[in-house]
Structures are given as structure tokens and as C-alpha cells.
């Protein structure tokens, strides 16, 4: 485990045992996967255009913990043929079990210039409340995260150092009203953690309209790191569980403290009344649990930047989130095209359901095959249950029959 956390934590690490025989596994969501899309050029369209899927794959029975990370990546130049490659890379990721929180690293990205690993200190209801992470010039960040007794954010303090050796402080303080509404963040800054000078403020105005119940969207406001975010140049807004915001008023100072002229500006939201999922401010997707999923940017070529994969912990229930991947299930070829063949181990006889999946966990198609003690092979199409083609990218494949459920992951290239 690396020593994020300070020494009151290391010495925890030192005196509690890694896992503590009957603690509760986790139930949380956790980031499973990212799409980044990307284009640009000019005369009228786009000269060039990429896709960059990463995918994480988990250890069996402890889904939080990544031992792979695999990238697809997809791309075309004008003047160039298309590019198109896949690589898989182990990644040694931790989760260490204490009796009030847990310490988990996790992948970040797959940057090959920075530490592309995040570790976090959570609680077990999924709060976090430390962060530490690296960005892509390598600055490094470490976040304490403080809450009320409804657990409401308070304050958040951040450490950067950059790679000059220069430190920056942030300390941001939120104001809550009567009702447990944020109302105004204020945030310091300072060189050395004793002086401190205004750094920006953000005040929020909210409509009187309710959202339905059931988002949390400030517990899960800290599963995506600023790293990400910072990279997808929009403001990433701030939205309350249960009140409507209306208007955002935001004022930032210069180095010396000194406020510039304030800017305001209309909060969108719009609630999808089926999926529950909030649009807000026309470009950011969360879903109805409240976590953000999508990220678009709209320029001149119209290519959505970001699609963030969520999956939520169980260890119990084998239909909840991604299915979990059993080495003894082959499937080949692998990469596939068209179409792959699993092959069963063992004797086995009877129906078996072929459930296909995304990395998402959701459902793509389900099949009802038969096979015997010598027929043990499965053929399986690289098509939807409408029998469209899938698109290139990682799906995974379950074969279930009695006293028998195992997976196969498939890369499929078009």
C-alpha cells in the first residue's frame, strides 16, 4: 500500500490486519470503464477522429479489485490508413479492509507519462474521504474530504505539488442553509498552508422545485477524480440530491486575493421521467443513482469526449453488474470478427443460457443452447438480439447451466 495517507494511517496499515476475517465486503459503485472520443481538423470537418476505450478487468469474487486494464484503440488521419490496436496491461491494484473504511487503489488511466493509479480512503455507506492522485503533467494531489452528521460536504482541502517542487493549498469551505442545501462555496489558496488569499467563489440559487427522490449525486461527486474532469475543459456542475439549482454564480481572484467581476449564469436541468437520468447544462449525463456518466462536448465536429462506465459491487447476487470472468472458459478466436466458439469444460449435459453483456453489465442478447458430454463446443455470433452487428469493443459471455456458471471475455473487431 503506498503511503498516502500519512503516518496516523500507516500505522493502522501496521497494527490492523489486511483483511479483517468477517468484515463486510463493500457495496459501492465503483468506475469499470472509460470511452473517450475525440476528433478535430478543419475546412468544414474533421481531419482526424479516435476512440480509446479502456475496460478494467476485476479479481474473481472481489470486484474491486483490478488486476488488468484493457485499451482498445481505434483511429484515422485524412491522408493516413485507419489504426486500430488493442493491448492489455496488468495492474496491481489493492483493497485493504479496516473496521470503519476501506483503502482502495484503482486505475486512473493509462497515460504512460504519469502514475495512472488513485487511492482512496471510503467509508462503507461510499462516501471517500481522502483522495490521492497524480495529473497529466504529473502534479501530485492529495484530498481530505470532511462531512456533517447528514453527511452534507463541509470542507475540502487539497495539496498540490507540482513537479518544480512548488506547493499549492486549496481549502474550500461549503455553506449549508437551513434545509442542508450547499449555498455558497469559498475557496482559499495559499504557498504554504498559513497565509491564505481568496481563490474563487460560487454562490447557488435554487428554483423551489424538487427532483424525485432517490439521486446522490454528492455522495458519488467524488468518483471521478479532477484529473478527468479537467480534461474535458466544461464545468462539471454541482447538483443537489433533492432541490433544483436555477443559477450559479461564480467569482474567481488573482494571485493577490483581489475578486474579478462576478459571472452568472442559468443552471439547465432536465429529468428524463423514464430513465431518471439529469441532463445538466445541455452536455453532462447522471443517472438515476446519481452518478455522472456521459460528458459531451459539442465543437465543430459534433464527437462526444466522454463515456464513463459505472458497475456496483456484489457479492452475493451473480446477476448484479458485470459478470465476473472465469479463466477455465475460453472462447477463440479471440480477438473476434463475426463470430467465436466457447468450449465447456468438463462433462457436461443439458441446456445451457449464453447471456451476453457489455461492459457496462447490460444485456445484449440471451440464448438457449444444448449440449452433451461430447458436444461440449458453442458457437456464439457477434450479433444483438435483433441480429444487428455488435460494435468493436470488449463483451462478455456467460454460459449457465445447472451447478454451472462460468464467463468468457471477447474483443470484437470490425
Known amino acids: 500500500m503506498k503511503a498516502y495517507f500519512g503516518h496516523s494511517l500507516l500505522l493502522l496499515a501496521l497494527l490492523l490486519p489486511a483483511l479483517l476475517a468477517g468484515q463486510d465486503y463493500p457495496q459501492t459503485y465503483y468506475l469499470s470503464g472509460i470511452d473517450r472520443h475525440a476528433s478535430g481538423g478543419g475546412f468544414g470537418g474533421p481531419d482526424w477522429w479516435s476512440v480509446d476505450c479502456y475496460t478494467y478487468t476485476q479479481a474473481p469474487g472481489n470486484t474491486l479489485l483490478i488486476t488488468q486494464i484493457g485499451h482498445l484503440h481505434r483511429g484515422w488521419m485524412y491522408d493516413f490508413p485507419p489504426s486500430e490496436y488493442y493491448e492489455v496491461e496488468d495492474f496491481d491494484g489493492e483493497l485493504t479492509l479496516y473496521p470503519e473504511y476501506y483503502v482502495i487503489t484503482s486505475p486512473l488511466t493509462l497515460q504512460s507519462n504519469i502514475d495512472f493509479t488513485r487511492t482512496r480512503k471510503m467509508d462503507y455507506q461510499g462516501y471517500c474521504h481522502e483522495d490521492d492522485w497524480y495529473d497529466y503533467y504529473s502534479n501530485h494531489y492529495h484530498a481530505w474530504h470532511s462531512y456533517n452528521a447528514d453527511m452534507k460536504l463541509t470542507r475540502t482541502v487539497i495539496k498540490k505539488a507540482r513537479q518544480n517542487q512548488t506547493v499549492e493549498w486549496l481549502d474550500c469551505v461549503c455553506t449549508l442553509d437551513s434545509l442542508g442545501r450547499r449555498v455558497e462555496e469559498l475557496t482559499l489558496s495559499s504557498a504554504d498552508s498559513l497565509n491564505w488569499v481568496n481563490h474563487r467563489r460560487r454562490q447557488y440559487i435554487y428554483s423551489g422545485e424538487q427532483l424525485p427522490p432517490g439521486y446522490q449525486f454528492e455522495k458519488h461527486n467524488h468518483q471521478l477524480p479532477d484529473y478527468i474532469l479537467n480534461l474535458v475543459t466544461i464545468r462539471v456542475p454541482y447538483l443537489n440530491d433533492g432541490w433544483i439549482i436555477s443559477q450559479v454564480t461564480e467569482q474567481t481572484a488573482n494571485a493577490q486575493g483581489v475578486w474579478y467581476n462576478p459571472e452568472t449564469w442559468s ?30 462536448i459539442i465543437d465543430g465536429d459534433g464527437i462526444p469526449s466522454y463515456d464513463f462506465h459505472f458497475a456496483h459491487t456484489s457479492d452475493t447476487a451473480a446477476d448484479d453488474g458485470v459478470p465476473q470472468v472465469t479463466e477455465t472458459l475460453r472462447a477463440w478466436p479471440n480477438p473476434a470478427r463475426e463470430k467465436a466458439t466457447l468450449s465447456l469444460p468438463g462433462k457436461l449435459s ?59 471475455r471477447v474483443m470484437v473487431l470490425r
Do not use: H, M
Not at 278 to 286: D, G, I, Q, S
Not at 379 to 403: F, K, N, V
Open 267 to 296: 443552471l439547465n436541468i432536465e429529468v428524463d421521467t423514464e430513465t431518471g437520468e439529469v441532463t445538466a447544462e445541455y452536455c453532462c449525463t447522471f443517472s438515476a443513482e446519481g452518478l455522472l456518466t456521459r460528458i459531451v
Open 350 to 408: 443439458g441446456p445451457v443460457t449464453l447471456s451476453t453483456y457489455n461492459t457496462r453489465g447490460q444485456l445484449i442478447k440471451e440464448e438457449s443452447r444444448a449440449v452433451d458430454a461430447i458436444n461440449r463446443d458453442l458457437g456464439w455470433q457477434a450479433l444483438d438480439r435483433e441480429g444487428r452487428p455488435l460494435d468493436s469493443g470488449i463483451y462478455l459471455i456467460r454460459a449457465r447451466g445447472t451447478d454451472f456458471c462460468q464467463t468468457a
